[in-house]
């Protein structure tokens, strides 16, 4: 049972170049969502889809842009990427959106980026 | 400023003592969840929250969340190595609003 699986685990960029971090989850969620983790920031929301063929900005997108690939795969970009993109991403899914009391939402064991 | 605020940022204690980690908001929350986060991982759920008032218990660990809905407290009993971790919480405004997250409290318990 992989529940959500993220790659790649650890990436080194260097300023300006462009990657995208891949995303699946096979409990037939129909909600994704891509977050950031910083040092005492807690997990800010980058993006999300609240079902296939939708995706909506979060608290902090600039710099990102997203695919809702089929109801499985979410990825996320980085096109030019900058040292403030430096951060623990980690992809989440729900069944519905967590905006509805009740509801659990699972996270992937996060993905290191270092922008150099 | 961030729309949770979680005290203390940091805590390191020894195996048996009793801790108590705070979530705190000027907003009104419809539900709220707590979640542990070891190394390396994602954060897992521990628990959620829904009305003022509320009371749960997870073995050792008990959440109890503001009569005013706008704050919530995690409550650990004789504290085990194996609670170390990065405790969040997280919160629901309204239904159909985003999860908002806390800053965290990084827990060690030594043995």
């Known amino acids: ?116 | 400023t961030q729309l949770l605020e979680q005290s203390p940022q940091f805590l390191s204690i020894q195996e048996g003592e009793n801790l108590t980690v705070y979530c705190n908001s000027s907003s009104v929350f419809s539900s709220l969840q707590w979640y542990r986060q070891e190394p390396g991982e994602g954060p897992v759920l521990l628990v959620t929250v829904v009305t003022g008032g509320e009371v749960k218990k997870l073995k050792r660990l008990t959440f109890q969340f503001g009569d005013a809905r706008k704050d919530s407290s995690l409550h650990i009993t004789a504290a085990q190595p194996g609670d170390t971790g990065l405790y969040l919480c997280a919160g629901v405004k309204n239904a159909g609003n985003m999860l908002t997250f806390g800053g965290g409290t990084r827990l060690m318990v030594k043995p």
């Not at chain 1, 795969?73 to 967590?98: D, G, I, K, M, N």
């Open chain 1, 1 to 116: 049972n992989a529940g959500v699986t993220q790659t790649p685990k650890f990436q080194v960029l260097k300023t300006g170049q462009s990657m995208t971090l891949q995303c699946a989850q096979d409990m037939n969620h129909n909600s994704m969502y891509w977050y950031r983790q910083d040092p005492g920031m807690g997990l800010r929301l980058i993006y999300y889809s609240a079902s296939e063929g939708t995706t909506d900005k979060g608290e902090v997108p600039n710099g990102y842009n997203v695919s809702r690939l089929n109801k499985r795969e979410f990825s996320l970009r980085l096109e030019s990427a900058a040292p403030s993109q430096t951060s623990v991403y980690f992809c989440a899914s729900s069944e519905v959106l967590t905006g509805y009391s009740g509801n659990t939402i699972y996270f992937g064991e996060g993905s290191w980026l270092t922008v150099v």
